[in-house]
């Protein structure tokens, strides 16, 4: 079991930046984990994640802008967005995939708003 607390969301303008930071009762080297989001009347989509290669992917609406990290030490998974637009208006989730076993955190809402 594993559980994810996200935190760092928030209101910023359209150019802002934001951190968001996901803390895991326990990361693995081996746990593949990510970002996703799910703004309103739309289905929840990727943002970005690492796998359990080591690889980063990120959507294409945030490549440049936003960089995924983690620190398996502390048990974080930090989500950096940089020049914030409105249309990442969102909840966004913590996710990690232990063993073909998927977790979720309960969000955090991000309004990128003037």
């Known amino acids: 079991q594993v559980t994810l607390v996200e935190s760092g969301g928030g209101l910023v303008q359209p150019g802002g930046s934001l951190r968001l930071s996901c803390t895991a009762s326990?990361?693995?080297?081996?746990?593949?984990a990510g970002w996703y989001r799910q703004a309103p009347g739309k289905e929840r989509e990727l943002v970005a994640r690492?796998?359990?290669?080591?690889?980063?992917d990120y959507t294409d609406s945030v490549k440049g802008r936003f960089t995924i990290s983690r620190d398996n030490a502390k048990n974080t998974v930090d989500l950096q967005m940089n020049s914030l637009k409105p249309e990442d208006t969102a909840v966004y989730y913590c996710?990690?995939?232990?063993?073909?076993?998927?977790?979720w955190g309960q969000g955090t809402q991000v309004t990128v708003s003037p």
């Open positions: 690492i796998t359990t290669g080591g690889n980063i």
């Open positions: 326990c990361l693995l080297s081996t746990d593949a």
């Open positions: 996710n990690v995939i232990r063993k073909f076993k998927t977790y």
